[in-house]
């Protein structure tokens, strides 16, 4: 695999480099989605929005996708985000950011899917995409840190939400899991937080990797919440399960479905205080394919 020379001096000589066959470097990925924005006026716009405090600062790359075809009034629209690489070492989902990103403009191809019914559905919907939600923390792993999944000062932007924040587990590891000095305390959770505000989408997917399940809230808890609006969630990653997946992925509550709770939660948040009707966590790549393909052994 090629290893980009800057990086490659940084990574000791014991841990195997991330396979640049298959994940591009974070600065060559969002240089070509900028390139993709300019290329598809039409279709694409973008923003930078940059937040920071105590000397630690964030920037986050955010994509409007938002048909200029004007039969569909924006108020009616379907208003939907999807974020990737909240963890550093989650590679993969910003690849399919980029994926994504070329299926909504230059190759517009979905198998199984007619192109039209495609571009009809695509007429009623807004779709924010952040490709890289913890650039900073994507470049500490970049630098050598492979398996380091936290922001640029080391604090889980997945626990950082106010939803039951800081409470710990037995099994409490700071390494993986730390919740930062308060609610929000970090300039990417702020960031995220303000979008849910701004955009107030419909259906919100943190897209992560480490395992195929599909979740909904909650993740604090053992349960899903009660009610008809949950109901419709669970049916909706069911439907996604049995025609996409062949039922192979894990769908429920992450709480319930992980085999541990989690605190301080994105779609907890989005669910309980921004009401986010259909905020959901995909795992997009089973532990055993992403470390194998990060580890270079594929
Ligand atoms: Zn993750």
Not at 233 to 247: G, I, P, Y
Not at 275 to 285: A, D, G, L, Q, R
Request: hydrophobic letters at 35%; aromatic letters at 8%; a neutral charge.
């Amino acid at each position: 695999a090629l290893v980009s020379p800057a990086s490659a001096k940084k990574i000791p000589a014991s841990v195997t480099p991330i396979s640049r066959d298959l994940y591009r470097p974070s600065d060559t990925l969002l240089s070509e989605i900028k390139a993709l924005v300019a290329r598809n006026p039409d279709r694409l716009t973008m923003d930078t929005v940059r937040a920071g405090n105590k000397g630690y600062s964030a920037e986050m790359l955010v994509v409007t996708f938002n048909h200029v075809k004007k039969t569909v009034h924006d108020g009616s629209k379907i208003k939907i985000l999807l974020s990737f690489g909240q963890h550093g070492r989650e590679l993969i989902t910003s690849e399919l950011a980029l994926s994504l990103l070329y299926i909504l403009t230059e190759k517009r191809k979905i198998a199984g899917v007619d192109l039209s019914s495609f571009e009809k559905i695509l007429e009623h919907l807004v779709i924010k995409v952040v490709p890289i939600e913890n650039f900073n923390g994507r470049k500490r792993v970049e630098a050598g840190e492979i398996c380091d999944r936290r922001n640029g000062r080391g604090v889980d932007l997945n626990r950082n939400w106010s939803v039951d924040w800081g409470k710990k587990e037995k099994d409490y590891n700071p390494f993986e899991e730390d919740p930062g000095t308060a609610p929000f305390s970090e300039p990417e959770a702020q960031i995220m937080q303000e979008l849910s505000k701004s955009f107030k989408p419909h259906i919100w997917v943190n897209v992560h990797s480490g395992m195929e399940a599909l979740f909904m809230p909650y993740d604090h808890k053992n349960t899903t919440p009660d009610g008809a609006p949950s109901h419709l969630m669970r049916s909706v990653l069911e439907n996604v399960n049995h025609r996409n997946f062949q039922d192979s992925c894990l769908v429920g509550s992450g709480g319930g479905a992980v085999g541990y709770l989690a605190h301080g939660t994105t779609t907890d948040y989005l669910y309980d205080i921004a009401k986010v009707p259909m905020p959901f966590t995909f795992e997009v790549s089973s532990s055993v394919v992403s470390v194998a393909t990060i580890m270079n052994l594929y």
